[in-house]
C-alpha cells in the first residue's frame, strides 16, 4: 500500500522537475540573449541567432543523447546528473562573465586616470568595453 501511494506522486514531481528544468532553459536563453545583445546588438538578427543556436542545441543534445537513453539503467538519475552538470556551467558561465565585466571596468577606471580622461569619455571608454 505505502509503495502505491508514493508511485502517486512520482510522476506529478517529474512533471513539476520537466517543467522547471525547461524554465530554466528559457531563462538561460534570455540570459544569454542580454549578454549578447551588448556585444552584437539588440537587432532582430543577434536574437534569431541566439534563438537558433539554443534550438540548435536542443537538437544536437537530444541527438546525441538518444543513443545512451535506451541503455541507461535508471533514467531519472541520469537526467538529475544531467542537470546539475548543466546547472554547475550556467553558474560558471555567469560567475565568469561577472568577473571579466568587473575586470572590464577596474581597466577602464585605471586606463582614464592614467590618461586624465573627462568622466564623460570615461563613460564611452566603459560602454566600448561593455563594462557599463
Not at 537513453?69 to 538529475?80: H, M, Q
Amino acid at each position: 500500500m505505502h509503495e502505491r501511494a508514493l508511485r502517486r506522486f512520482v510522476l506529478p514531481g517529474l512533471l513539476v522537475c520537466f517543467f522547471l528544468s525547461g524554465a530554466a532553459g528559457l531563462i538561460y536563453q534570455v540570459v544569454w540573449s542580454k549578454a549578447l545583445g551588448l556585444v552584437f546588438g539588440h537587432t532582430a538578427y543577434a536574437v534569431a541567432t541566439v534563438l537558433a543556436v539554443f534550438l540548435g542545441g536542443l537538437a544536437a543534445g537530444s541527438a546525441w543523447l538518444s543513443r545512451f537513453s535506451e541503455r541507461w539503467p535508471r533514467p531519472i538519475a541520469f537526467f538529475r546528473a544531467w542537470k546539475t552538470v548543466s546547472t554547475e556551467h550556467g553558474i560558471t558561465c555567469g560567475t565568469v562573465r561577472a568577473a571579466v565585466a568587473m575586470w572590464g571596468l577596474s581597466q577602464a577606471r585605471q586606463f582614464a586616470l592614467e590618461h586624465g580622461m573627462t568622466p564623460s569619455q570615461e563613460h564611452r571608454a566603459r560602454r566600448c568595453l561593455g563594462s557599463d
